[in-house]
């Protein structure tokens, strides 16, 4: 080889050894670089570590602070739970009542002394011991008293009972005698709480309670039956006392006289209204009242009362009006002696304190949603004394009476609007009043009962011939009832206040006049004669009281008009209108009544009829005597059973038409007769008409006796009154008329029957 290859190659070495130690240069420099980087970070992480532990540090210190006070706390803590606990358990152990804790497990975690005094000292009661250990060391030991229960079933029933959810109260009766009632409950975890509270002073006190209610209920059942007693035995004699004064009236007396006996009929009448008070009261304050449903008809409820309290108006110009809507059903089941109580003590006190004017009876019913019970209102309004403001308020409270000059001449026991409050409520309406001193006053209330039929008073046959009516009433509240229950027939009604005014108008127009008993402008009599003269309209009086002068008019109505009355009477002055049989043209109308009422037989002379025949079965003396006085002018024939026995066999031989019976009677009552009779009737076919007489005002005795198999009851004492209206009523058709030819013409009497409805 060459030098210059040898120079050559050495060069190249030589630059080869160069460009290694620039490229190691390189690198070693990029190594220090990298490390002097490393370096950094690794210095900036320790400072930032130092900073960390630091900071950790402090915490530790800060915790380290905490966990002194909290472990402080704690203690304190500690402290506190233990005072609470210590007085949790000294009060659980100051109560008298047993306490004890179960866990899940059932066992006895702790109890008070109290707790574990009943157990009297067993060491094997304390804490660790099972509930089910407890019962069965509670009849092993003979701590419980199981009574008729056996021992083993007893602590069935408290295992049972232990068990379930919730734990049902349980009472049970120790060794000796005491009572406890143990309450327990049982937590989420399982836990039972268990309470023994010793409750022998309550079971001791609930047993004298109940002794003494017992005993009071005796004495309230004893009271009533001295009450019921005491008003039979009242209500006899006083039969005596009023049927007799009612009679000696009759007689022939002197002016004196006349008021002697009118003071002892009405202290009569006024006593047995204070007795029936006191009795209904002191049986609404012993809840003895119950209401007793039946069918009956308000209508015909109201206008009973009203037919017998008209005597009481007798002598002040007063009328009674009943407005009842005629779109309304009349037929309702709801307690009708007890309807009839209310609405007798209304309109009896707005009758007894108005002296002129009219008493207004107004009824309307709402139908109860889609029920087909009814909200029945009925108001009262008078024109009458008025209450004052400040006594309103107290009007329905016991004895309170307006104590004033006006009505101290009234009287009454101050019980009736109280009664009468109290059996609204029981019916489950409301009573207000509302009055006006010196204006009158007007009762209200409402009670809703089902309806029983819904038939209502508006015939459906329309008049063809009576059209147009003219009434002559000097009364609006008069006028608008009679002309409003004339507008739903059908009739065209004009109203004038005077018979002057009347006579002044064109009379042919109208198709019938209704003239009220008192025109103020001249006498009634007076008036239909005028009207009579002035041309052919039927003329309809309205009267009010009995002793009203009908001569003259063609047909008398009693005030308050019954719409179907007068609608029959509407159509019986339409079949005057109407050509009649056999009468000439020119036959007046009055010629026509006698012909249409007279009984003739075929070949026109009048068969010989016989007599009703009326059995009374009564066995006092002094009873008899009155009855017998009572319908002396009645042509019947009279017959009387001593007792109930006597009254049977009278029914087989006398065969009455219909009896009157007694119920209290000696050897044989009057219900058990009436069932005999009943009996008897079974194989005969008949049914005799039975009307119980009874002296017994205690309510529930009506229906008591309708299912005794009697038809109708009047109370006693007896009206004369009632006692011819029943009679009458229940006339066979075969039988001459009761009422002789001459006494017919007087209005008809009261009824004051209890009719089965
Ligand atoms: P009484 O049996 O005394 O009539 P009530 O309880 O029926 O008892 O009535 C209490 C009192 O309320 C009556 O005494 C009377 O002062 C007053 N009163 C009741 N109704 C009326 C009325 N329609 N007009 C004026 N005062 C009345």
């Given at each position: 080889m060459s030098i210059i290859d040898k120079l050559a190659e050495e060069r190249r070495a030589r630059l080869a050894a160069e460009r290694l130690l620039k490229q190691k240069q390189e690198e070693l420099l990029a190594a220090n670089r990298k490390l002097g980087k490393h370096a950094l970070a690794l210095s900036e992480e320790i400072v930032e570590k130092r900073h960390e532990v630091q900071e950790v540090r402090s915490v530790a210190e800060l915790l380290k602070g905490e966990k002194k006070q909290a472990l402080n706390q704690l203690k304190e803590a500690e402290f506190k739970v233990e005072i609470a606990e210590r007085r949790l358990w000294d009060s659980i152990e100051t109560i008298q009542d047993g306490f004890a804790v179960f866990d899940?497990?059932?066992?006895?975690i702790a109890a008070n002394s109290a707790y574990l005094s009943a157990f009297d000292?067993?060491?094997?009661?304390?804490?660790?011991?099972?509930y089910a250990r407890i019962t069965q060391l509670m009849i092993e030991e003979g701590i419980v008293d199981t009574g008729e229960l056996p021992p083993e079933n007893w602590r069935e029933e408290m295992i049972e009972r232990w068990y379930s959810d919730p734990i049902d109260p349980k009472v049970i009766k120790l060794w000796n005698g005491a009572y406890i009632k143990l309450i327990d409950r049982r937590s989420k975890e399982g836990d039972v709480v268990s309470l023994a509270l010793n409750i022998t002073d309550t079971i001791r006190y609930e047993a004298r309670l109940k002794e003494a209610r017992e005993k009071a209920e005796a004495g309230n059942r004893a009271k009533s039956a001295f009450l019921a007693n005491m008003s039979h035995e009242i209500r006899t004699p006083m039969n005596g006392i009023v049927g007799m004064a009612e009679i000696l009236k009759?007689?022939?007396?002197?002016d004196d006289q006349r008021l002697y006996v009118d003071t002892i009929r009405n202290s009569g009448e006024a006593l047995l209204v204070i007795i029936n008070d006191v009795l209904d009261y002191s049986k609404i304050e012993a809840d003895k009242l119950v209401l007793r449903p039946e069918p009956f008809d308000l209508e015909r409820c109201i206008h009973d009362i009203t037919t017998l309290l008209r005597p009481s108006t007798q002598n002040k110009p007063v009328d009674i009006l009943i407005d009842f809507?005629?779109?309304?059903?009349?037929r309702y089941l709801g307690d009708p002696g007890r309807v009839r109580q209310i609405m007798t003590n209304l309109i009896g006190n707005a009758v007894k304190f108005t002296n002129e004017g009219h008493v207004l009876i107004r009824v309307c019913g709402l139908e109860v949603?889609?029920?087909?019970?009814r909200r029945i209102h009925i108001t009262v309004e008078d024109t009458g004394i008025g209450i004052p403001e400040d006594k309103v308020e107290h009007i329905?409270?016991?004895?309170n009476q307006v104590e004033d000059d006006r009505n101290r001449r009234f009287d009454g026991t101050g019980l009736g609007l109280a009664i009468t409050k109290q059996l609204v409520q029981l019916m489950g309406g409301e009573i207000w009043v509302e009055s006006i001193l010196g204006e009158g006053s007007c009762f209200g209330f409402h009670i809703t009962l089902p309806v029983v039929?819904?038939?209502?008073?508006?015939?459906?046959k329309p008049l063809e011939r009576i059209r147009r009516a003219l009434i002559i009433d000097p009364e609006k509240a008069g006028q608008s009832v009679i002309s409003g229950q004339l507008a739903v027939f059908g009739l065209e009604v004009n109203c004038l206040s005077s018979g002057e005014t009347a006579l002044a108008?064109?009379?042919?127009?109208?198709d019938v006049i209704f003239a009220d008993?008192?025109?103020?402008?001249?006498d009634v009599s007076e008036l239909i004669h005028a009207l009579k003269q002035a041309g052919e309209t039927p003329v309809v009086l309205l009267a009010?009281?009995?002793?009203?002068?009908?001569?003259?008019?063609?047909i008398v109505m009693k005030k308050p008009t019954l719409p179907r009355e007068l609608y029959r009477n509407l159509q019986e002055l339409e079949e005057r209108r109407a050509p009649v049989f056999g009468?000439?043209?020119?036959?007046?109308m009055r010629d026509a009544d006698e012909f249409r009422f007279t009984d003739s037989g075929p070949d026109g002379t009048t068969p010989e009829k016989r007599r009703m025949r009326v059995l009374a079965a009564e066995d006092n003396r002094t009873n008899r005597l009155v009855f017998s006085k009572m319908v002396k002018d009645l042509e019947i024939e009279l017959r009387f059973a001593e007792n109930g026995r006597e009254a049977v066999a009278e029914y087989r031989n006398?065969?009455?038409?219909?009896i009157f019976m007694?119920?209290?009677?000696?050897?044989?009552d009057g219900k058990e007769a009436t069932r005999s009779i009943r009996e008897i009737e079974r194989e005969n076919g008949r049914h005799v008409p039975i009307v119980a007489l009874t002296a017994?005002?205690?309510?529930?005795d009506g229906e008591n006796i309708m299912a005794a198999g009697l038809d109708q009851y009047l109370t006693k004492p007896l009206r004369k009154a009632a006692i011819i209206d029943t009679i009458r009523e229940l006339?066979?058709?075969?039988?001459?008329?009761?009422?002789?030819e001459h006494t017919a013409a007087t209005i008809s009497g009261n009824h004051e029957t209890t009719a089965a409805e």
């Amino acid at each position: 080889m060459s030098i210059i290859d040898k120079l050559a190659e050495e060069r190249r070495a030589r630059l080869a050894a160069e460009r290694l130690l620039k490229q190691k240069q390189e690198e070693l420099l990029a190594a220090n670089r990298k490390l002097g980087k490393h370096a950094l970070a690794l210095s900036e992480e320790i400072v930032e570590k130092r900073h960390e532990v630091q900071e950790v540090r402090s915490v530790a210190e800060l915790l380290k602070g905490e966990k002194k006070q909290a472990l402080n706390q704690l203690k304190e803590a500690e402290f506190k739970v233990e005072i609470a606990e210590r007085r949790l358990w000294d009060s659980i152990e100051t109560i008298q009542d047993g306490f004890a804790v179960f866990d899940a497990d059932d066992r006895l975690i702790a109890a008070n002394s109290a707790y574990l005094s009943a157990f009297d000292g067993l060491e094997e009661v304390r804490p660790g011991v099972t509930y089910a250990r407890i019962t069965q060391l509670m009849i092993e030991e003979g701590i419980v008293d199981t009574g008729e229960l056996p021992p083993e079933n007893w602590r069935e029933e408290m295992i049972e009972r232990w068990y379930s959810d919730p734990i049902d109260p349980k009472v049970i009766k120790l060794w000796n005698g005491a009572y406890i009632k143990l309450i327990d409950r049982r937590s989420k975890e399982g836990d039972v709480v268990s309470l023994a509270l010793n409750i022998t002073d309550t079971i001791r006190y609930e047993a004298r309670l109940k002794e003494a209610r017992e005993k009071a209920e005796a004495g309230n059942r004893a009271k009533s039956a001295f009450l019921a007693n005491m008003s039979h035995e009242i209500r006899t004699p006083m039969n005596g006392i009023v049927g007799m004064a009612e009679i000696l009236k009759e007689t022939e007396l002197d002016d004196d006289q006349r008021l002697y006996v009118d003071t002892i009929r009405n202290s009569g009448e006024a006593l047995l209204v204070i007795i029936n008070d006191v009795l209904d009261y002191s049986k609404i304050e012993a809840d003895k009242l119950v209401l007793r449903p039946e069918p009956f008809d308000l209508e015909r409820c109201i206008h009973d009362i009203t037919t017998l309290l008209r005597p009481s108006t007798q002598n002040k110009p007063v009328d009674i009006l009943i407005d009842f809507d005629m779109f309304m059903p009349t037929r309702y089941l709801g307690d009708p002696g007890r309807v009839r109580q209310i609405m007798t003590n209304l309109i009896g006190n707005a009758v007894k304190f108005t002296n002129e004017g009219h008493v207004l009876i107004r009824v309307c019913g709402l139908e109860v949603g889609e029920s087909r019970e009814r909200r029945i209102h009925i108001t009262v309004e008078d024109t009458g004394i008025g209450i004052p403001e400040d006594k309103v308020e107290h009007i329905f409270g016991e004895f309170n009476q307006v104590e004033d000059d006006r009505n101290r001449r009234f009287d009454g026991t101050g019980l009736g609007l109280a009664i009468t409050k109290q059996l609204v409520q029981l019916m489950g309406g409301e009573i207000w009043v509302e009055s006006i001193l010196g204006e009158g006053s007007c009762f209200g209330f409402h009670i809703t009962l089902p309806v029983v039929t819904d038939e209502n008073n508006i015939p459906t046959k329309p008049l063809e011939r009576i059209r147009r009516a003219l009434i002559i009433d000097p009364e609006k509240a008069g006028q608008s009832v009679i002309s409003g229950q004339l507008a739903v027939f059908g009739l065209e009604v004009n109203c004038l206040s005077s018979g002057e005014t009347a006579l002044a108008t064109d009379l042919g127009q109208y198709d019938v006049i209704f003239a009220d008993q008192s025109p103020p402008d001249m006498d009634v009599s007076e008036l239909i004669h005028a009207l009579k003269q002035a041309g052919e309209t039927p003329v309809v009086l309205l009267a009010s009281d009995q002793n009203a002068d009908a001569s003259g008019a063609d047909i008398v109505m009693k005030k308050p008009t019954l719409p179907r009355e007068l609608y029959r009477n509407l159509q019986e002055l339409e079949e005057r209108r109407a050509p009649v049989f056999g009468l000439s043209p020119d036959m007046s109308m009055r010629d026509a009544d006698e012909f249409r009422f007279t009984d003739s037989g075929p070949d026109g002379t009048t068969p010989e009829k016989r007599r009703m025949r009326v059995l009374a079965a009564e066995d006092n003396r002094t009873n008899r005597l009155v009855f017998s006085k009572m319908v002396k002018d009645l042509e019947i024939e009279l017959r009387f059973a001593e007792n109930g026995r006597e009254a049977v066999a009278e029914y087989r031989n006398f065969e009455p038409d219909m009896i009157f019976m007694d119920i209290s009677m000696p050897e044989m009552d009057g219900k058990e007769a009436t069932r005999s009779i009943r009996e008897i009737e079974r194989e005969n076919g008949r049914h005799v008409p039975i009307v119980a007489l009874t002296a017994h005002a205690m309510s529930g005795d009506g229906e008591n006796i309708m299912a005794a198999g009697l038809d109708q009851y009047l109370t006693k004492p007896l009206r004369k009154a009632a006692i011819i209206d029943t009679i009458r009523e229940l006339q066979p058709d075969d039988v001459r008329s009761v009422i002789p030819e001459h006494t017919a013409a007087t209005i008809s009497g009261n009824h004051e029957t209890t009719a089965a409805e």
